[in-house]
């Protein structure tokens, strides 16, 4: 039995698929969605006031931050062409792991990201799935990594990318642990106990410039 998606899920969705994803332009997202929220500039924006109401982002804190990165993960998406869009929503419709509810199912996967800058590069990734640049899997294996590496790391996944054994010798204990439990790093398995180095994955998400 197919699951269905929840209110909250179907709106988003409709938000998705809609031109109006297209009412927030570049120049705010430039500025800070954050900033320009609290100086009230966006309020009459359609996008901002649509989000914000499935949301009832004023009654909690938790709701508006979750709005807010609803907000960035659909604002990065307005690059896409609708068509694009909509192809894309069905398709992760159909998979299993989505299975019907693919607007609930982005939510969770915001809610838990940690970051203002994470539900952005979440869009990025949806967007590679979009134009068929990764697969599916691919964008199941890349989410979770990106919830699961500090942000402040983000940064150093490009460097680590094109580590060598000699360089990963040198590098910080901590931040090749975080790595490793992204899925973004291994051991090599060498016998003097070996070296961390970049996984497939790690390499997949800079060719497709999900990172700075």
Same mark, same amino acid.
Not at 123 to 151: N, V
Not at 171 to 200: C, Q, R, Y
């Given at each position: 039995?197919?699951?269905?998606?929840?209110?909250?899920?179907?709106?988003?969705?409709?938000?998705?698929?809609?031109?109006?994803?297209?009412?927030?332009?570049?120049?705010?997202?430039?500025?800070?969605?954050?900033?320009?929220?609290?100086?009230?500039?966006?309020?009459?924006?359609?996008?901002?006031?649509?989000?914000?109401?499935?949301?009832?982002? &004023?009654?909690?804190? $938790?709701?508006? %931050?979750?709005?807010?990165?609803?907000? =960035?993960? *659909?604002?990065? !998406?307005?690059?896409? +062409?609708?068509?694009?869009?909509?192809?894309?929503?069905?398709?992760?419709?159909?998979?299993?792991?989505?299975?019907?509810r693919a607007?609930?199912?982005?939510?969770?996967?915001?809610?838990?990201?940690?970051?203002?800058?994470?539900?952005?590069?979440?869009?990025?990734?949806? &967007?590679?799935?979009? $134009?068929?640049? %990764?697969?599916?899997?691919?964008?199941? =294996?890349? *989410?979770?990594? !990106?919830?699961?590496? +500090?942000?402040?790391?983000?940064?150093e996944v490009?460097?680590?990318?094109?580590?060598?054994?000699?360089?990963?010798?040198?590098?910080?204990?901590?931040?090749?642990?975080?790595?490793?439990?992204?899925?973004?790093?291994?051991?090599?398995?060498?016998?003097?106990?070996?070296?961390?180095?970049?996984?497939?994955?790690?390499?997949?998400?800079?060719?497709i410039d999900?990172?700075?």
């Open positions: 039995m197919k699951k269905k998606d929840t209110r909250r899920g179907i709106e988003v969705v409709n938000v998705l698929k809609s031109d109006s994803v297209l009412s927030v332009g570049k120049e705010y997202l430039e500025i800070g969605i954050d900033s320009v929220l609290e100086s009230g500039a966006l309020k009459d924006i359609p996008l901002v006031s649509t989000v914000f109401g499935i949301f009832n982002a &004023a009654s909690s804190t $938790r709701d508006q %931050i979750l709005a807010t990165k609803i907000l =960035r993960f *659909l604002s990065e !998406l307005a690059n896409i +062409p609708a068509n694009e869009r909509i192809a894309m929503v069905e398709k992760l419709n159909e998979d299993d792991k989505f299975s019907g607007g609930a199912a982005v939510i969770e996967i915001l809610d838990r990201m940690e970051s203002e800058k994470k539900p952005e590069l979440a869009a990025k990734c949806f &967007a590679a799935y979009a $134009r068929e640049e %990764i697969s599916f899997l691919d964008l199941r =294996r890349i *989410l979770p990594a !990106l919830e699961k590496l +500090p942000a402040f790391d983000l940064e490009r460097v680590f990318s094109e580590t060598r054994i000699e360089d990963a010798m040198k590098m910080d204990e901590s931040l090749l642990l975080a790595f490793v439990n992204a899925g973004l790093g291994k051991n090599n398995g060498g016998l003097d106990g070996g070296a961390i180095l970049p996984t497939s994955l790690c390499k997949l998400i800079v060719k999900l990172v700075p």
